[in-house]
């Protein structure tokens, strides 16, 4: 019986080749290289090299060589059992070649040690001698190209760079089929499963490097429509053939709902602006909530990998996906919310964003549909009226289930209330805030007329949204939201989210059965939302408002959208303040994105 001897091991003398990611330390090198490669229409620039390595830092490999002398080189060749190690590095001969890294079976000057390790041990370390960068998108043209998709099927390749010393040994062919097993590695490797399945690699070559393409394995789709320069470009695509396979297995859903929040009762009346007779249903502010468990998401920690414990809504990748399916819902606000470890299992995180893909720090009706979802669930497992947490950007939010209703559950949750500052009489913000007011909402009035309607204008304390209260005679003659000239309230600087504009129901009304203590309409903008339905947060301004100025502890608000929706507020002595909404279940079902 005969067995095959160990292989060769390297001496302490020779370079040891490495392959690793790319940090933001090595940038300076590979923008160096970068522009060395290309011509300066082609090359990438600086910045477009920083945005790859940030956003898509997985697909960003390098080969580098460790000096002999390193520590490191002793530490990988004592472990060359669980590494990948053979014969020395022969960098003798430079043949200096004007093409990108060919090879072939006679090649005397053939790198053949090669070391493949992700150790975070590694980054930094080694002269880099080449790299490949890559990013994700759906389609393959220029303008996908220009950014990174973490969800995108396309693995397009922008830059496949040998350093000109070393072009000729078969260093391309060696770092080319690095980069594809750790693409395929990537995909495969149970515990650290891409959120999204790669389907293919693609790429540009000239027409003197298709062949090393071809050998690569890529195959060859005909004349670029991509403009790259002055020189003509030939599309490549490797598909990556188990994919089909692996679908079923890989593909991640999400629970999701839509839910209507400060729903109107069950009762005849007048809703918003329209004096019709209403079910209640189709009223209140519709929300999406997405459920985020603790398999299968993005995680900073995990390198863009489903393999940490809580999701993490500061990663990027994180945020790009929120911001896709916030605009698919494409509904005013999209919370996403996860349960956080805790020994009562009743924390969870959140966090909001709206149609347009802008993130808000706080959202009541989302807050109050994302409870909904929740307690219903703590339900089934026989936990009822218990407080839930919340844990937003900025604030620590509790929410409880209340009395039932027909159709609908209510839920209390505490908020933080907010008090507004009156801006100076004749100052030239008051003066700037007027104007726009005017030409936004009531063009119809005159200056005179205007003038005697406004009782106050005043900002919160954050910044975020003007308080307008007028006449409950000037409140009923604003427009539409379609007539309204938000033109000029979106160009507005003097406030960042959004436009109250409020009045106290008039007695006349009260003797008619309105139970509401105040009118609002919330618009918005610069985030996205012409008019909202119903806001849960604007009460946080508009509870201790109109509480100071009714000397009323609990008061009711009805935001007279076109859907309508019942906010109920009740102050507390804490600095919080208690709003109270009905909830009711539109949509339920699973997100595949």
Known sequence: MTSTPPPEQPSDTEPLLLFRNVCPTDLARIYALEKASYPPDENATRSQIQYRQHHAASFFRCAVLLDPQSSLHENTQDSTNDIVSSSSFDNSTNLN???????????????STIVE??????????????????????????????????????????????DKAYRSKGLGSRMMENYLNAVEQIRSNQSAKLKYPIEKIV??????????????????????QICHGKEDWYDCELMLTDLQKDAPETQ????????????????????????????GKGTGNPAGVVLITDDGHLNADGDGYADAKEFDPTFEDNKEWMKVVAREFNLSETAFIWEKKSEDGLQYGIRYYTCNGTEVDLCGHATL???????????????????????AKNDVLQTKPAANGS?????????????????????????????MIKESLFSSLSEEDFEFATCYIGLDD?????????????????PRAEDCNFRSMKDFDGYKRG??????????????????????????????????????????????????????????????????????????????????????????????L
């Open 97 to 111: 070649t004007n093409t990108i890294t060919s090879t072939s079976s006679n090649d005397t000057n053939t790198i």
């Open 117 to 162: 390790d992700n150790r975070n041990s590694l980054n930094g370390i080694g002269q880099i001698i080449g790299f490949i960068t890559a990013t994700r998108c759906h389609t393959f043209d220029e303008e996908s190209m220009k950014t990174h998709d973490p969800s995108g099927k396309v693995l397009a390749i922008h830059s496949v760079v040998v």
């Open 203 to 224: 790429l540009i070559s000239k027409m003197k490097h298709v062949g090393f393409y071809l050998r690569s394995g890529f195959g060859v789709l005909g004349k670029s």
């Open 252 to 279: 991640k859903t999400y629970e999701c709902w839509v839910m209507d929040s400060f729903a109107m009762p069950n009762t005849g009346g007048m809703v918003g602006i329209s004096p019709i007779s209403i079910s």
């Open 369 to 391: 549909a994302a409870s909904s979802v929740i307690c219903e669930k703590l339900a089934e497992t026989g936990k009822r009226d218990v407080w839930v947490t919340f844990h």
């Open 407 to 435: 159709g609908s559950s209510k839920i209390i949750m505490k908020f933080p209330s907010k008090e507004t500052v009156q801006l100076e009489a004749g100052s030239v913000a008051e003066s700037a805030t007027k104007k």
């Open 462 to 478: 954050a910044g975020d949204d003007l308080l307008v209260e007028v006449t409950a005679d000037a409140f009923l003659s604003m």
């Open 499 to 592: 436009v109250i504009v409020c009045c106290v129901v008039p007695e006349d009304m009260k003797e008619l059965g309105e139970r509401a203590d105040f009118f609002s309409r919330f618009f918005g903008p610069k985030v996205g939302i012409d008019e909202d339905p119903v806001t849960g947060s604007a009460h946080c301004v508009l509870g201790p408002y109109f509480g100071k100025q009714l000397e009323k502890d609990f008061i009711v608000g009805l935001q007279r959208s076109e859907r309508g929706g019942i906010v109920e507020c009740t102050l507390q002595d804490d600095g919080k303040m208690r709003i109270t909404g009905a909830v009711t279940k539109a949509i339920s079902g699973s997100l595949f």
